[in-house]
């Protein structure tokens, strides 16, 4: 495990973006979501790492519309040309494990034995997830409902474990990936003893028991209207 204290946490990104496109959750257009971290040092959004976004990351991986291919005519004949490969790393800082498994979700979609998406494998490959456990969850939070774990994040997803405590965040190596990066900005981490911080438990508790099968017989139910 390695420390950073809080106050050096600017540092730790900037060292970040130095090697990477970096992404962090933060406030734009009123509205919280990931965005380039050149918006936090240019003053256009606002960092924020004290709750979950409103808007999921997912559409770093699945954006809702994007380039495949080019084509163009010669003469009467149709030429088309592939788009070229983006391999820039992506660093996605302070994802929420809810939004962890989200990925996962999606992951179970497109990175499947039955059907594997091309895009979105590129991206998934090419990003390093440094996921954000939560001390104190959002009033509207019920992450323990879902399964979800709170302190320790998937690690098909995650490649940085980040911990929260009053004067530090706590980095764990998860992947490769993520142990490559972390030594990036060794120069601003120090080692220490594995801890872990407390938390609280979520207020909001849901009943799940069932809830696929119920689901399957409301798809015309007045509710949805």
Not at 26 to 49: C, H, R, W
Not at 74 to 91: F, H, S
Request: with cysteine.
């Amino acid at each position: 495990m390695q420390i950073i204290n809080k106050d050096k946490l600017g540092q730790l990104l900037d060292g970040l973006a130095a090697h990477y496109t970096l992404y962090v959750p933060g406030d734009f257009n009123e509205l919280s979501q990931f965005v380039p971290y050149d918006l936090i040092k240019s003053q256009k959004a606002t960092l924020m790492l004290d709750k979950p976004v409103t808007i999921s990351p997912k559409g770093l991986y699945l954006p809702q519309s994007e380039a495949m291919y080019r084509f163009r005519t010669q003469g009467k004949q149709l030429a088309i040309d592939q788009i070229p490969e983006d391999n820039q790393m992506q660093v996605v800082f302070g994802m929420r494990h809810c939004d962890v498994h989200g990925i996962k979700c999606l992951d179970q979609v497109f990175l499947s034995e039955v059907y594997t998406d091309p895009q979105y494998v590129q991206k998934r490959h090419n990003s390093i997830v440094f996921a954000l456990s939560c001390n104190q969850p959002w009033k509207t939070c019920f992450c323990t409902s879902m399964g979800i774990d709170q302190l320790d994040a998937d690690q098909s997803v995650a490649d940085v474990q980040v911990y929260e405590f009053e004067q530090h965040y706590s980095l764990i190596a998860m992947s490769e990936k993520g142990k490559a990066c972390l030594e990036k900005v060794s120069h601003l981490l120090t080692n220490s003893a594995d801890e872990k911080p407390e938390q609280n438990q979520p207020v909001l508790q849901l009943p799940t028991e069932g809830l696929p099968q119920k689901l399957s017989t409301m798809f015309e139910d007045p509710l949805w209207q």
